[in-house]
């Protein structure tokens, strides 16, 4: 089993919608979170850190929940520009994260 | 304030080739990571650094070697390039966060190597 595994897609939303992503991890240590975007032949971009229970930053909500080792990523009225891979990561405290493979989302007109 | 920056960004090798890839940081931060990334694999993690002159091994150490002489440079080195190293080669670079244990991570561009 995967140790951060995700959902690879894709999504395919229409402009507007609400879209909502999961992340599970095994390791019950892991201490902190990350979502990052990739666009196509780009580099990862750090979206949102979640440290505790969730985080919210404009349109995009992350929510930790502990219990179940998982973390959602939620997008609010989808935007054409959202159109990405989101990739989630845990980090044990330590100097490695480990990534998920990520998730595909498209948004249409 | 360029961020994290690599050379080069396209290179292509043929087996046996060697080449070293090198990735530089302006934001004074302590540690630095090599990347690999392959479709569905996710990031796999080479070699990472905590501070100038250390390094250690990560997921997938094998064929690849690194140097930090300096604490804004990490470099890759393959010695002996095989078809198996075709990738997307990602740099990154962190900071532990004041008052978090975390370390929210910083990429570079990217290197996009083939090896035939």
């Known amino acids: 089993r995967k140790e951060v595994e995700q959902d690879p897609g894709p999504f395919n939303v229409p402009e507007g919608a609400t879209v909502a992503f999961n992340c599970t991890y095994s390791n019950s240590a892991s201490q902190s979170f990350f979502w990052y975007r990739q666009d196509c032949r780009k580099e990862p971009k750090l979206l949102m850190s979640?440290?505790?229970s969730g985080n919210e930053d404009g349109r995009f909500t992350a929510q930790l929940n502990r219990a179940s080792q998982y973390i959602s990523l939620l997008i609010r009225d989808s935007k054409l520009s959202d159109s990405a891979t989101y990739l989630c990561a845990s980090n044990t405290g330590g100097f490695k994260t480990i990534f998920g493979a990520g998730t595909r989302l498209f948004v249409k007109a | 304030n360029a961020g994290v920056t690599q050379t080069p960004k396209f290179r292509v090798l043929k087996t046996g080739q060697s080449m070293t890839l090198l990735c530089a940081q302006d934001m004074n931060h302590e540690y630095m990571y090599w990347y690999r990334q392959d479709p569905g694999m996710g990031l796999r993690l080479i070699h990472y650094?905590?501070?100038?002159?250390?390094?250690a091994k990560g997921e997938v150490p094998d064929g690849y070697n690194v140097s930090r002489l300096k604490k804004q440079n990490f470099l890759l080195g393959l010695e002996s390039a095989a078809p198996s190293q075709t990738s997307v080669y990602f740099c990154?670079?962190?900071?532990?966060?004041?008052?978090?244990?975390?370390?929210?991570?910083?990429f570079g561009p990217g290197t996009r190597l083939t090896v035939t």
């Open positions: 979640v440290y505790s």
């Open positions: 650094s905590v501070g100038e002159g250390t390094t």
């Open positions: 990154a670079s962190s900071s532990e966060l004041a008052g978090e244990n975390s370390y929210e991570q910083y």
